[in-house]
């Protein structure tokens, strides 16, 4: 009998959870999604190319960037994946993303995964004139910072890197085009 209380106990807590009155629970406040909107420009298949220099010599790249909403909109999921200009059976590049929002914080919480499995958790600002700025800091680089701008309608970024937090050196570029 005992246990015959505690199964039924068990379904009824179950049962709550999927009636209709736990529903508002799933709709995001309207900050976090104030928040979020600001990002939502992204959101699309993009393709386009690309330049990275390590060196004396620049590297070129042709780019697709697979940008998504996930989890009632309060969420974007980015897949990149870059190969050689000059041999596209060569991946170069290959990386995950997510950003989401930290009402508590009142910032924004980036997650970037490359496909070597390494990850950087890097800060992420939306500047005043609505580009987006995520960066992190690297032991062996130093800091570097990634600035994304919408120009004509292409998704536009622009890589840096610095030693010292002043003097910025350009190692990155690329323009991509909304495809879909």
């Known amino acids: 009998m005992k246990n015959y209380i505690v199964f039924l106990l068990i379904l009824f807590l179950l049962g709550v959870g999927f009636t209709p009155m ?3 629970t799933l709709k995001p406040s309207p900050k976090l999604l104030e928040a979020m909107n600001k990002t939502y ?16 010599q620049k590297h070129n790249f042709i780019q697709t960037e697979n940008v998504s909403l996930k989890a009632n909109n309060t969420v974007v999921q980015i897949e990149g994946r870059g190969v050689a200009a000059d041999d596209t059976n060569t991946v170069i590049h290959q990386a995950y993303a997510t950003v989401s929002y930290d009402l508590y914080n009142n910032k924004y919480l980036m997650r ?46 622009k890589g840096e890197i610095s030693r010292d937090g002043q003097n910025w050196i350009h190692f990155f570029e690329m323009s991509l085009a909304k495809v879909k």
């Open 22 to 24: 736990a529903q508002p």
């Open 41 to 56: 420009f992204l959101v699309g298949k993009w393709k386009g190319t690309g330049w990275i220099q390590f060196g004396p």
């Open 112 to 157: 970037a995964i490359r496909g070597d499995g390494g990850h950087v958790d890097a800060d992420f600002t939306i500047l005043a004139d609505g580009a987006i700025e995520w960066k992190f800091k690297n032991p062996q680089a130093g800091e570097i910072k990634y600035t994304i701008r919408l120009v004509d309608n292409k998704w536009v970024e």
